[in-house]
């Protein structure tokens, strides 16, 4: 276990599109159970859920995690993983997002040790290459753009970058991110000081707000991973994905 690592995972009850989903159950393990025992196996440091709900508070103490219960003001999962972080040593925070039931302990890592040696960048994160052609105009399917360095230039819920047709690349390939961050210490309590930024306004995208205000945010290149859940019909894309892995 690194000891300079915590891993925060926000489990919002009240979420707009999908109430509860945290909760909701896949092949009878609730999200926020698959999502908790990914980030035990990383292995990358103490876990941490953090919630607005007693619902949530009284499941993550069932499974026999440490569970916290944040302030009603806390408008963001970042607000959320910065109140639940103070008190604690750690150099990294992890905001493991409480929606990603079939995060790879591997993607955590790889993420991790891509900041650790980018000492210039201030977040780290991942992206995979999209094989999905129906994902590249899903706008719930965030896309980047990124430098020769693997840090990312931009964030869009549209496709990006966009594939003239008379570009002389004639093969370029769409990132979607993961979406996790791992923020250094330092700046993530710059981050929250922050005022929310047009970009991230227009796109409803938070990471657009570090990019407004110069941090910068190394990018790991992951395998694919399996389905968020972000709307209730995504239970169901999980269960056949599950399915589909266990009988590989």
């Not at 990383?42 to 007693?54: C, F, P, R, Y």
């Not at 990124?146 to 840090?151: E, I």
């Not at 995208?205 to 395998?223: C, D, F, H, S, T």
């Amino acid at each position: 276990m690194d000891k300079n690592c915590l891993i925060v995972i926000p489990a919002r009850y009240g979420s707009q599109r999908f109430p509860g989903k945290v909760l909701s159950a896949i092949a009878g393990k609730p999200v926020l159970q698959w999502c908790w025992e990914a980030a035990l196996r990383s292995g990358l440091g103490e876990v941490i859920i953090a919630t607005e709900h007693k619902k949530v508070l009284n499941f993550a103490l069932s499974l026999g995690a440490r569970a916290v219960m944040t302030s009603p003001r806390c408008q963001s999962g970042t607000d959320r993983i910065y109140e639940a972080s103070r008190g604690t040593k750690a150099d990294f925070i992890i905001n493991m997002q409480g929606d990603e039931p079939f995060m790879e302990p591997a993607t955590l890592l790889k993420a991790y040790k891509k900041l650790k040696a980018s000492p210039a960048c201030d977040i780290g994160t991942a992206c995979s290459r999209i094989a999905d052609e129906k994902d590249i105009n899903n706008p719930n399917c965030v896309k980047l753009a990124m430098d020769g360095s693997g840090n990312a230039l931009y964030f869009s819920r549209s496709p990006i970058p966009f594939h003239h047709p008379l570009s002389e690349i004639r093969s370029y390939p769409y990132y979607k991110h993961c979406g996790f961050y791992i923020y250094r210490r330092a700046a993530l309590a710059r981050f929250v000081k922050l005022k929310p930024s047009p970009l991230e306004r227009l796109e409803r995208l938070e990471q657009l707000r570090a990019l407004e205000n110069g941090m910068k945010i190394a990018v790991a290149e992951v395998p694919t991973p399996g389905p968020a859940i972000d709307v209730p019909a995504d239970i169901r894309t999980a269960a056949v994905f599950l399915k589909k892995r266990l009988n590989k």
